[in-house]
Nanobody, 121 residues
Framework: QVQLVESGGGLVQPGGSLRLSCAAS????????MDWYRQVPGKERELVAIITSGGSTSYADSVKGRFTISRDNEKNMVYLQMNSLKPEDAAGYYCNAIVVLTPAGGYLEVWGQGTLVTVSS
């Protein structure tokens, strides 16, 4: 069984910063892609940022230049540094990962439970 647990959400003023963390645990051989999504009630879940096992990254246009995704492969963790936050960044943020279960293969897509980010003065 594999779990993802996010942390770091909270209330921040516009222009402020937050750092989200996501820890993967369980029967993990390695993790391929790790990414962050966000969702506002009534809207579809949106891909925010993605990072491969080799460290290549990609971002939604709406967060480029303000958010930075990074990972620690030894600790099975992924982070999202969010700077210059705007009210429209407020959402539930969800960690997602494609986990390799054994050296012979076997893949599992896992989601975290989400952490809430509120941007308000």
């Amino acid at each position: 069984q594999v779990q993802l647990v996010e942390s770091g959400g909270g209330l921040v003023q516009p222009g402020g910063s937050l750092r989200l963390s996501c820890a993967a645990s369980g029967s993990i051989f390695s993790i391929n892609v790790m990414d962050w999504y966000r969702q506002v009630p009534g809207k579809e879940r949106e891909l925010v940022a993605i990072i491969t096992s080799g460290g290549s990254t990609s971002y939604a246009d709406s967060v480029k230049g303000r958010f930075t995704i990074s990972r620690d492969n030894e600790k099975n963790m992924v982070y999202l540094q969010m700077n210059s936050l705007k009210p429209e960044d407020a959402a539930g943020y969800y960690c997602n990962a494609i986990v390799v279960l054994t050296p012979a293969g076997g893949y599992l897509e896992v989601w975290g439970q989400g952490t809430l980010v509120t941007v308000s003065s």
